[in-house]
């Protein structure tokens, strides 16, 4: 399995391999999954490392599914959706050697093998929150200050932090109304959308010749949670969790837990909440269906009943 994983990576960054999309049409793998699957070898050699031998096809079943959920909960801490994430590329690779006729094993498609997951309430910034964000100074640190910018860039416009740092001038269309739009096609998706640019997102374009400022994701994900820390935002937040196999409730200060994801959260829960409808949201973030933006978005269901209040149909 190990030796086959990693051929079929290697196959597919030469694009030697390629995903089906329909009607006959074929796009390359793209970097994300790409690293997916890269990390996937990493964790399959350590609990190969942990069993003792080099784990064949013929030797899936349904103890070797129960150890590695064993070895990735209760020895490697994984939460359930990580665990569930490598069960998950397992299986794709499990098909894609069926496919190359390298085996004929198929306990993989069993009802046992299940794909864990679990629902997690991801944090997103308030819009006061974000104001104090706006609001706090930088001084003498321009790395702070450019993980700063792109953070609240992800905030105006909910692009993922991988179309983020691609944004130029040549991005930028002024309409009729003098109102500046982002135009691009996005790197995961590739599907083109079209954000209305908030004069604050201009600002932070001008500071650094109508681009986006450049900086390296893991330097954001480091140093935005001590930003948020200075900038006061502080609230407890409880989370759900699965330590060594137990299911426990830890709470954690909100800035430890915000990532440049967050950012993308952000923009679209406060779409959301300040009235702008479902359908013309999911436009910009590209969610295909309803039911998952809102699962989603972070939004109660005290904030929903307020939204709704507003609505006509209940005046």
């Not at 269309?173 to 003098?178: I, R, V, W």
């Not at 995961?188 to 500071?207: A, N, Y």
């Not at 407890?236 to 993308?264: D, F, M, Q, W």
């Amino acid at each position: 399995i190990l030796n086959y994983a990693r051929s079929f990576v290697q196959q597919i960054e030469k694009g030697q391999k390629l995903i089906a999309t329909g009607k006959n049409i074929h796009k390359r793998y793209s970097i994300g999954t790409i690293k997916t699957f890269k990390n996937f070898i990493v964790t399959w050699h350590s609990f190969e490392v942990k069993t003792g031998h080099n784990i064949k096809w013929n030797d899936l079943d349904k103890s070797i599914y129960k150890e590695l959920v064993d070895h990735l909960l209760n020895e490697s801490n994984y939460t359930i959706n990580s665990c569930g994430k490598v069960i998950k590329t397992l299986k794709v690779i499990c098909q894609a050697a069926l496919d190359d006729k390298i085996h004929v094993n198929i306990e993989f498609r069993k009802p046992y093998f299940l794909t864990l997951s679990e629902d997690i309430d991801n944090v997103y910034l308030t819009t006061e929150e974000t104001e104090l964000l706006e609001k706090w100074q930088i001084t003498n640190d321009e790395t702070k200050q450019r993980a700063k910018d792109i953070f609240l860039l992800g905030c105006y416009t909910a692009l993922r932090f991988s179309d983020l740092k691609r944004i130029t001038s040549d991005h930028l269309k002024k309409g009729q109304n003098k109102r500046y739009t982002l135009t691009m096609i996005t790197q995961k998706t590739k599907e083109k959308v079209i954000i209305p640019l908030k004069p604050k997102g201009l600002e932070i374009l001008k500071k650094y010749d109508y681009q986006s400022p450049k900086i390296e994701e893991q330097t954001v994900n480091r140093l935005i949670k001590s930003i948020c820390k200075d900038a006061g935002i502080g609230d407890i937040i409880e989370r759900k969790s699965v330590i060594n196999g137990e299911t426990k409730i830890k709470k954690y200060p909100k800035y430890s837990l915000i990532t440049t994801h967050t950012a993308r959260r952000t923009a679209a829960t406060q779409m959301f909440l300040s009235g702008i409808p479902s359908l013309e949201i999911m436009k910009i973030t590209g969610h295909k269906s309803e039911s998952n933006f809102l699962k989603y978005i972070c939004v109660t269901k005290q904030q929903t009943a307020t939204k709704l209040a507003e609505n006509q149909f209940f005046k």
